[in-house]
């Protein structure tokens, strides 16, 4: 059986790209390695400031009050916050900005619930933003099922 097409030798260009396979993707595996960030990774710049763990939580609407301090109970520095929720293999994430005053308040950070069906999980809108550090802020989350959910909060 002829092996040649156009002039060229099929057996020889199938033994070539065998040969090459191997060190052509360990090439490319290295390059995309070098120069991209791994997804996966945790990212090690942001800081975690609060945490708020609800376990076997049900299914409905969340009202999240954070009174702006971290986990040493002292009031954060103004900046960049993001509250990232995450609920089985969900995530979801959205930012706050802090900025200095407000009215001193010794509220605790709590949440309210409302019995109520949902399709999705969702992380809603953070309120007001900005938001004066010692006044706090108010995060709305939807779980579509009972689940356990982690609201965290990291300063970038």
Sequence with gaps: MDREFAGLNLFRLE????????????LCAALLNTGCKNPLSEEKNKKLVHEA????????????FWNGRDLQNRYVTPGKYYFVLEVKDFQDQDYVTAVEGGKQSDAE?????????????????????PFPIMAGC??????NGSAAAKLSIYQD
Excluded: Q
């Design 15 to 26: 033994n070539m790209i065998r040969r090459c396979a191997i060190p052509l993707f360990l």
């Design 53 to 64: 763990v609800f376990y076997d939580a049900p299914m409905g609407r969340y009202v999240y």
């Design 109 to 129: 950070s709590s949440y309210y619930y409302y019995n109520e069906i949902w399709h999705t999980n969702e992380l809603g809108k953070i309120e007001p933003n």
């Design 138 to 143: 108010t995060v709305t989350f939807i779980l």
